[in-house]
């Protein structure tokens, strides 16, 4: 059977998969062949249980770029069970990866028709509800994460939590291996932490939020969810790459009736996002978690903070191209009726950090810094201070250096960090 046609059109109710493929000792067009069969009705040998109506299921391999490697196929929808991401990617993300006639194969891109994508529930907030219910009508929302990742215990992680909201923080969370450990049990870290968000309430005015970690097996994660719901939490964290497309679904099913706010991590994403020439794009995995029905979610920061250090360049230069496009990034262009969502921008960001990143990713990004705020030479409540006075400046459109020069805050932060 053949599965590469060139003059094929995609019907608008097909799923299409881009990817990037070197073959392994075989020429460009095999390997095609073998990904598109394996990924859909194929195996490696004639069979005589292939019927007539089975083989019209095939997808088509539509375009080649044999300079760039890069090919496109097109699955008719036939394939994919509706409301069903692991069964989705366990056919264009699954055994294609480790078949013997690919040396390497990334999973650039997905496009997903509105036959398929009004299964999902999608965001049940986005990021107008999130802007609602944060009462922070048009600036990003600035946020930190407790440092350090592990050790401290209930109420000393509350107390960073303060120092850091009445500094001028909106959004404090956990980070992503923080869950429930003997030095710091989920449930009083919860309620600890929450008291400690209503004093800062009360002391500065404004709303204050918590987003504890709830990661877990998922019938636990389900408890822990109800949990701090009853608390009056707005908020729940997850670990999407860990707890998998199945428990994020089912997360974001029971999520109905426990209205919170979902916040995801992508920790361990690098396993499959790093390398550039195999694995599976930060975009696949940022528009799969939308679908699903995630309200925030990390992206990384396009070529601002720590990221030079971690992705590989061809990798900051996908994520560059295909996230950011036309002054929005791709989680909230349109999609149906699944509604945009935050993308949150963290790792290695300082108050220096701010104006460019802006300046890539807009307005509808939640600002992360977890050392930028705690590095700071004063603490953590003047690290905080120091980040709002930079996010008001570049609102403002005024450089860091001058609005700096009346801001004790602000310009230790420069001196430390520098700007940009």
Not at 94 to 99: A, E, K, S, V
Not at 217 to 231: G, Y
Not at 291 to 313: A, N, R, S, W, Y
Not at 376 to 389: F, N, V, Y
Request: contains cysteine; positive net charge; proline residues 5%.
């Amino acid at each position: 059977m053949k599965y590469i046609d060139l003059k094929y059109r995609p019907g608008r109710e097909e799923i299409i998969a881009e990817y990037f493929l070197e073959p392994n000792r075989i020429s460009l067009e095999k390997a095609c062949e073998h990904l598109a069969g394996e990924s859909s009705i194929g195996t490696w040998t004639e069979v005589g249980t292939m019927k007539p109506r089975i083989a019209r299921l095939k997808p088509h391999v539509f375009s080649v770029n044999k300079s760039e490697r890069i090919i496109k196929i097109a699955y008719p929808p036939e394939l994919f069970e509706p409301g069903n991401v692991p069964q989705l990617m366990s056919s264009i993300g699954g055994n294609i990866f480790g078949m013997k006639a690919i040396r390497n194969l990334r999973l650039l891109d997905i496009s997903l028709p509105e036959r398929y994508v009004k299964n999902f529930r999608g965001p049940k907030f986005g990021i107008k509800g999130v802007r609602s219910r944060l009462h922070i009508k048009k600036r990003p929302l600035l946020g930190t994460i407790v440092k350090p990742k592990l050790g401290l215990n209930e109420k000393e992680h509350a107390k960073s939590a303060y120092e850091s909201w009445i500094g001028g923080v909106d959004l404090v969370k956990d980070d992503e291996n923080l869950t429930s450990m003997g030095f710091n049990k989920f449930e009083k870290r919860v309620e600890e932490t929450l008291r400690m968000r209503d004093r800062a309430e009360e002391k500065t005015g404004e709303g204050k939020f918590y987003i504890p970690n709830v990661t877990s097996e998922t019938h636990e994660m389900m408890r822990r969810a109800n949990f701090v719901r009853k608390h009056g939490c707005e908020y729940a964290m997850v670990d999407i790459v860990s707890v998998g497309w199945s428990g994020l679904q089912t997360l974001r099913n029971y999520n109905d009736q426990f209205s919170l706010i979902l916040h995801a991590h992508r920790a361990g994403h690098g396993a499959l996002t790093k390398n550039p020439r195999h694995g599976i794009s930060m975009v696949v995995i940022g528009k799969l978690a939308r679908l699903i029905g995630v309200d925030q979610i990390h992206v990384g920061t396009t070529k601002v903070g720590k990221m030079g250090d971690f992705e590989t360049p061809e990798v900051e230069e996908e994520i560059e191209s295909r996230f950011v496009s036309e002054g929005k990034h791709v989680l909230e262009q349109f999609w149906f009726d699944i509604k945009p969502v935050f993308a949150v921008a963290s790792g290695g960001l300082h108050p220096g950090s701010i104006p460019k990143l802006l300046e890539r990713m807009g307005t509808n990004v939640i600002i992360q810094a977890g050392g930028g705020i705690h590095g700071h030479p004063k603490g953590s409540e003047t690290g905080a201070k120091a980040m709002r006075q930079s996010l008001e400046a570049a609102m403002k459109g005024i450089p860091l250096k001058e609005y700096a020069k009346n801001r004790k805050e602000l310009s230790d932060a420069l001196n430390k960090w520098g700007v940009g």
